[in-house]
T-cell receptor, first 114, second 116 residues
Framework: DAGVIQSPRHEVTEMGQEVTLRCKPI?????LFWYRQTMMRGLELLIY????????DSGMPEDRFSAKMPNASFSTLKIQPSEPRDSAVYFC????????????FGAGTRLSVL | GNSVTQMEGPVTLSEEAFLTINCTYT??????LFWYVQYPGEGLQLLLK?????DKGSNKGFEATYRKETTSFHLEKGSVQVSDSAVYFC???????????????FGKGTLLTVNP
């Protein structure tokens, strides 16, 4: 398997623009997680899904952030409108859940909001 | 709630030195414990794990033992290499039951630099 695939790897945008980050989990994994990593706050769990259903979105910082998982092989994290403080590396991870709680991470999307 | 505390970095060592990175946790129930490693420009990857008290996880010369009495999971390696330079994260699984068992709580990470 190719592992968890995230796109784009880098995104530079201007304040106020909409940003969409994409993730393809490992085939067969039924849990998907979105994280944000910054120097100040470390690694934060934003939201996670089980079988495409959001289970816990308590880590989503504001209403400007939204995440969807329309099917088992695709998820998006959207920020609208973006702000400079959203600049971070965003990671997607997937796992087998009940069979194994090991999470496999993508390479991340480095977002810069100017 | 669950939490993980790991030693602040950065840690700088010479090649072949002994490494210890301390990790302690607070959790209700019996979590699984993990060490993840993040190399520059990459995502996190599992280094080792332990699922119950007194279990020892090991991989690539790294070891950590699940100590319930001290709520610790310290990472050790007897002889580090330049290629071990990375950020190391201690983590624990959820314990509240149901789907929350599959989310992880991470420590803040410890940057290790190994010089030749």
């Amino acid at each position: 398997d190719a592992g968890v695939i995230q796109s784009p790897r880098h995104e530079v945008t201007e304040m106020g623009q909409e940003v969409t980050l994409r993730c393809k989990p490992i085939s067969g994994h039924d849990y998907l997680f979105w994280y944000r990593q910054t120097m100040m706050r470390g690694l934060e769990l934003l939201i996670y899904f089980n079988n495409n259903v959001p289970i816990d979105d308590s880590g989503m910082p504001e209403d400007r952030f939204s995440a969807k998982m329309p099917n088992a092989s695709f998820s998006t994290l959207k920020i609208q409108p973006s702000e400079p403080r959203d600049s971070a590396v965003y990671f997607c991870a997937s796992s087998l859940g009940a069979k194994s709680n090991i999470q496999y991470f993508g390479a991340g999307t480095r977002l810069s909001v100017l | 709630g669950n939490s993980v505390t790991q030693m602040e970095g950065p840690v700088t060592l010479s090649e072949e030195a002994f490494l210890t990175i301390n990790c302690t946790y607070t959790a209700t129930g019996y979590p699984s414990l993990f060490w993840y490693v993040q190399y520059p420009g990459e995502g996190l990857q599992l280094l080792l794990k332990a699922t119950k008290a007194d279990d020892k996880g090991s991989n690539k010369g790294f070891e950590a033992t699940y100590r319930k009495e001290t709520t610790s999971f310290h990472l050790e390696k007897g002889s580090v290499q330049v290629s071990d330079s990375a950020v190391y994260f201690c983590a624990l699984s959820g314990t509240e039951g149901g789907g929350s068992n599959y989310k992880l709580t991470f420590g803040k990470g410890t940057l290790l630099t190994v010089n030749p």
